[in-house]
């Protein structure tokens, strides 16, 4: 069955500290790639995706992510975390070439950033 | 232009009882999806409608959930009658096209049944 883990439920983390979140996946065929977040009171928002090309995605607020096809994983990173990226983050996945209804989401990362 | 709305943000009901929630698109975009995450777990796809039709509702849990989206515009999704386990974040999306196209979500509706 497809599955998505993200590996820590709640990140504690000074500002300017980096940040890297973990997510794996598992599914048998080509993925689509996502990252979500989800501000306080806010609506749930497309951080960054990857659907081919290069593995290194680019996404907004300085995140990217890393897709590593022989690991299963689509790491988050930020070099330099600010107060204002304290939100869910929620890796996903869909199979190449779906709609959103097959999108599989993880359980999701509670990032706290201490001022 | 509007994003994703849910209304209402927030709905204690009790056991039983009967509650609405209600999904407005994106305009133009005729692909809307509801989601729900319980008890902090993972977020996971209910039903999708494209226009007025329901594509997939093989999310839907039981017979208790009825989603409606007449005239292809907004969309309602009734609870009836709730039941405990049905507390959790209810997620609306909308997308114009279907295939690897990108699906802008609401800011959800808290449901808690007491």
């Known amino acids: 069955a497809q599955s998505v883990s993200q590996h820590n439920h709640h990140v504690i983390l000074s500002e300017a500290a980096s940040l890297e979140l973990g997510c794996n996946y598992s599914y048998g065929g080509t993925v689509n790639l996502f990252w979500y977040v989800q501000y306080p009171g806010q609506h749930l928002q497309l951080l960054l995706k990857y659907f081919s090309g290069d593995p290194l995605v680019k996404g907004i607020k300085g995140f990217e992510a890393e897709f590593i096809k022989s690991k299963f994983s689509f790491n988050l990173r930020k070099p330099s975390v600010q107060w204002s990226d304290t939100a869910e983050y929620f890796c996903a996945v869909s199979p190449r070439y779906s709609s959103a209804s097959k999108i599989i989401f993880g359980s999701g990362t509670r990032l706290s950033i201490r001022p | 232009e509007a994003g994703v709305t849910q209304f209402p943000s927030h709905s204690v009901i009790e056991k039983g009882q009967t509650v609405t929630l209600r999904c407005d698109p994106i305009?133009?975009?005729?692909?809307l999806y509801w989601y729900r995450r319980v008890m902090g777990k993972e977020i996971k796809f209910l039903l999708h409608f494209v226009k007025e039709s329901k594509q997939d509702e093989s999310g839907m849990p039981n017979n208790r959930f009825l989603a409606e989206r007449t005239g292809g515009t907004y969309s309602t999704l009734k609870v009836q009658p709730a039941e405990l386990e049905d507390s959790g974040v209810y997620f609306c999306?909308?997308?114009?096209?279907?295939?690897?196209?990108?699906?802008?979500f609401g800011q959800g509706t808290r449901l808690t049944v007491v």
């Open positions: 999306a909308s997308s114009q096209g279907q295939v690897n196209t990108e699906a802008f």
């Open positions: 305009s133009g975009h005729d692909n």
